[in-house]
Every structure is written in C-alpha cells, then in structure tokens.
C-alpha cells in the first residue's frame, strides 16, 4: 500500500463528506486511485460499506484491503435525467452499474460506467475499475473489460 494522504488533506479534498475513523482509509484509498474495501482480518470476510465489525464474525480486526478492480455487472441503472454534474450528460443516458467484485460472492460496488458503445452495458458482462477526475477529486467508474 502507497503512503497514506494526510488527515488535513483527506478532510479539505473532500469538504462537506461524513469522514471518520471507520470511512477514513476508503478515502484516503479514493486520493489515491485505490479502492479499498474492507476485510475481517480473523475470517477473511469481505464487505462494504465501511463498519467498525466484521458482519460475519462481529470482529473489531478489519483491515482496508484494495481490490483487484475486475467483476461481473450485478445491475444496471440508466439515468435519463438527473442533477447537473460536471462530466456527466444524460444525452445518452449516464449509466450506473452494481458490480460483483471478484473478489468475492456478494461483494458489490456501485460507480458510473464509462463506455463508448451506445448500447452500453448489461448484467452478466464482465468489466473493470477505472478512474475520473470529477470536482478535484478521483471517482472511480467501470469499464468494459478487455478481453484477451
């Protein structure tokens, strides 16, 4: 794992986000293009959102691990309208996808998908983390997987 970013850095990057010590490492992961997700460091249990507990065993040994970045898309959203964001359009539609991460069964994680084929997505596909800079800050998106 690289240096982590400081507490003042992590706190004025992401002003106005409920950061504290459970969340903490899953930002300071984001800084620095690293999707962490915590793991039971007594039963190897995956999961996500961050929690103080693993929900499997209830131990207080959680270690923020990144993941690989690779899975299998789980859902699929295709937002028509929607806040203006900077980045996004919805002309075509800003799709969002729920993936299932490798890593493990039912451990999913919900971004953007970034695709350059007007259909775009669909559950069942494979695809990959990805990362875009949006209000000065790393936001991770999904990808179609290259295959080969």
């Known amino acids: 794992m690289t240096q982590d970013i400081g507490d003042e850095e992590l706190l004025r990057r992401y002003e106005g986000v ?17 999707l962490r997700l915590s793991r039971c460091g007594e039963c190897g249990y995956w999961h996500h959102r961050p929690k103080p507990r693993c929900p499997r065993c209830l131990s207080a040994q959680i270690v923020p691990t990144a993941v690989r970045g690779r899975g299998t898309v789980y ?18 539609p800003h799709i969002v996808a729920t993936v299932e991460l490798d890593e493990q069964s039912q451990l999913r994680f919900t971004a953007g998908v970034l695709t350059e084929d007007q259909a775009g997505i669909a559950i069942g596909d494979r695809v990959e983390l990805d990362w875009v800079e949006r209000n000065g800050r790393p936001l991770p998106v999904w990808r179609p997987a290259v295959t080969g």
């Open 18 to 34: 409920w950061i504290d010590r459970v969340n903490r490492t899953f930002y300071q992961g984001m800084l620095m293009q690293e």
């Open 75 to 92: 859902l699929v959203t295709y937002l028509h309208q929607g806040p203006a964001v900077e980045g996004v359009t919805y002309s075509p």
